[in-house]
């Protein structure tokens, strides 16, 4: 059993630190661990070995893992995440005197972090959360996922060692197995802040333990999302084809255990789609889920769908080995939009994993209203356009819906694949996300780990370096 | 009773076309409500007869009332909280094609806000949360404050009335009264946000409904704080009297009913300053505090401060009036550091009203150490230094112990008073905040109300206008 008071402690000294580290040594310390992890050739095949990803797959995320790293140190040289805000003494205020303040956002304190299980590398030990809250100047504890415990072990280790070869000391990241260590760390006052990466069910009891503390603390829980697609009858005429292959695509890569696979693709009724979309899924060539537990729910959740009484598009398989890993094919469903309203408890919550439905709505419906009733938050939603559409009033108020709704509207290509941008959005109204003001992709992710803290009438030697008039870190100064 | 059903379903109708305003028409809303207030004369004398304020700082009030109306039109203005971000495609991007993403701040939806008692006009009705919320493009349901409800309803009249003149629903800005109305409000699933000001107990309980809410929503709340002040020897010797009178003055202003009210003042044992500190307390007429229960409140608290064996420096009074209100003059008590500490269970809590402790530590003492151990989250921390304080290394690092608790440090001046700018922070850990990554004084506040969403590869008249490559509105836009 770790000792977790020990862990919490170590992370808060740790922290004291970090925070303090100049932007140039923290991304040092980041573009080391990239350059750690891009160096090692046991990464990828025990991943494989850990989660059934193919190589191809896991190469990818490699290098978007380490992509996300070096793009965390540019925004840390960059010092605009800082918002650092200056206000001059201004005597004649007409609210009285006004005096030097001086505000940025600071490092929140040590960070515990629920590694995921569907991205073994890139939302796992050195994934985007814990690039983003070291990035932001936080020490991190990973609770590594047990899907793939070997490979986390791999993974800190490097880190921990590149850390170190930076000058910095080991213990900014740590990492402990176990659920009830977890929460434990979970509730430890030392602990500042928590992410995390998986199911509504866990999330909400993450949720609420963390704001169930004596002192409440910041909960970033990525849970469930269906990703609705929208297709209007002009974006089928215009490439129907193109249409059928890429949403198949989308929901079938990765297995479907990717958090913006589309649960849901609305097309217009009468269109005799069953045929292309079988063809499409024959394409796609059997898979393995990431574990037996993912196995499993996935099993149950494809029969409860089977069983409500849809129309079977192409019916795919689950072919579960002596592991108890579950091989897989797509299966893909429809119905109308009428029985999808009347089976709506049964059939609205997220499948992980390759299963989707396909709703046929009539000529006329108010997808707007429509799809508000249907769904809660989701991260993404995507509307597949025609030529003309974009300038149809019924799709720019649709559009607007969708946008209080989710994170990102798509209107070309598919909610999968996010990118790693400084605009990126991943995140949105629950149970898409425990707190929607924040984003777990993209640069503006470091946003979730830091607070404001203001100086007012600081001598300029107690000022943290970016408030100071001398500017020696260089950051971008808003002067008011 | 309140239809609360109906309030929620008028203030999401509302919040739809309020949260597409441009700038300029909700800049315009903003300052026709500034307007409408400071040209009433009703206002301040009905303040005074449901608060017992004075005149004077009921003026003052108003004027940072409309002051701060007008601040967030100028930051709607702006633009710049949109934190617009623009990723242009990018066809050879390391982690594959980079699609265009287009990112900003937009309103989270109706937004429900329960008035403050203490400052019945700037943290109130149209008080520095419903001002940033409807600065956001939010629509805001107050919850009336009990201790000034006649006030609260001629200023919801005046503010309903300029909102409709400048051409907005007068729905942007509802009032509701009564505690079991807000409660079942902070419950309805068209309320997107809250904010609070008040009592750690009540603000605990109205936290722990908006998190245990089917969908959890943001709850900002701002409950309690002691702002502990650290007066070195140095400081003493070189402005002892002028130290003297501003922590009285900062103590008993407003009948010491700020959240920012020193509690605690940390001086050098040894210096004798009970007789300058009475006769500084006897220069303070009576005040009235705002109402019976904070009378009732602060007598208790009052009470077993006194009953705890602290030594009286300057007695103070309570005196009930035949309606229950107390009329006060300030009560300072003196600790040793070592006698807080064995009764810091009894005497860390605020205590709300005109009363503050003097602690006096012994030379050498490890005040960061010390500060971190007795105390949580707080607004603000000051520390008054000598003229060479600011080079001393242990100064340094208490400084930066403090930064880590509380949400602005102060090196000269009180903390109340609190000026509205933009580099302003008021927030802090828990239990100052229920949530420190934002603030409820000053223009940075409008983020509480926002969250993130993002536009892929969007048509460009389906873009919201700040996302436009045209930029309609004339916002900062940051390219990638």
Partial sequence: MTDID?????AAEAHREFARTAPRVRARALTAIADALAADDRLVPTAMDETGLSEARLTGELKRTTFQLKEFADTVLDGGYLDVRIDSPVADYPIGPRPDVRRYLAPVGPVLNFAASNFPLAFSVLGGDTAAALAAGCSVVVKAHP???ALSDLTAELARAALDEAGISRDTLQLVHGQDEAVELLKHPLIRAASFTG???AGRVLANIAAGRPDPIPFFGELGSV???VVTASALADRGD?????????VSGSAGQLCTKPGFLFVPDGEQLDESLRSAAAEVTEHRLLNPQITDGYRQRRQTILDSGVRLVSEGSVRVDESGNGWVTPTLVAVSLEELIAKADLLRDEAFGPLSIVVEYPD????AATLDDLFQGNLTATVQLGPDDAADPVVAELVHH???RVGRVLFAGWPTGVSVTPAMQHGGPWPATTNDSGTSVGSAAISRFLRPVAYQSAPQQLLPPPLRDDNPWGVPQQRH
């Fill in 242 to 250: 193109e249409l059928i292959t890429g949403y198949v695509g989308s």
């Fill in 6 to 10: 020990h862990v919490a402690r170590r």
């Fill in 227 to 229: 990703n609705p697609v």
């Fill in 199 to 201: 199911s509504v069910r």
């Fill in 364 to 367: 006329g419906t108010d997808l």
């Fill in 147 to 149: 899907g793939h415990p």
């Fill in 402 to 404: 969708l946008s209080e």
